[in-house]
């Protein structure tokens, strides 16, 4: 995945959660290379839920998903990345991703 699509959404999105029109989005810069994009939605108490949260790396133009977290399905996943699970995490990026920049071109 490419760096330039992160960086495209930085420019609409924050640390801060932005509710549209299905539910909260947010992008968190953790260190200078490893970022969090989350999809939240609300759960039965009112409480905001992860649905899903993928950290990612920035390695030189390449974006490298380390880890997804997902509490808005039962029972809660928790994926971090291996040989084993790499294809999972890149494709639960796209979609995430592709989710994301759907929201931004209707902003």
């Known amino acids: 995945m490419e760096k330039k699509r992160l960086t495209n959404l930085l420019s609409s999105f924050t640390a801060e959660k932005q509710y549209i029109q299905d539910g909260y989005y947010r992008i968190r810069q953790k ?3 490893i970022y969090e994009l989350a999809f ?3 759960d039965s ?3 905001s839920c992860v649905h899903p949260q993928i950290t990612v ?3 030189a133009d ?3 998903p380390l880890q997804l977290f ?3 399905v039962q029972p809660t996943r928790h994926v971090l990345y291996d040989e084993e699970t790499q294809l999972i995490l890149e494709l639960e990026l796209e979609k995430l991703i592709k989710k994301f920049e759907c929201v931004q071109n209707q902003k």
């Open 31 to 33: 260190t200078e290379s």
């Open 40 to 42: 939240l939605v609300t």
């Open 45 to 47: 108490c009112g409480a």
């Open 57 to 59: 790396e920035v390695k």
């Open 62 to 64: 390449t974006l490298v």
């Open 70 to 72: 997902d509490l808005g």
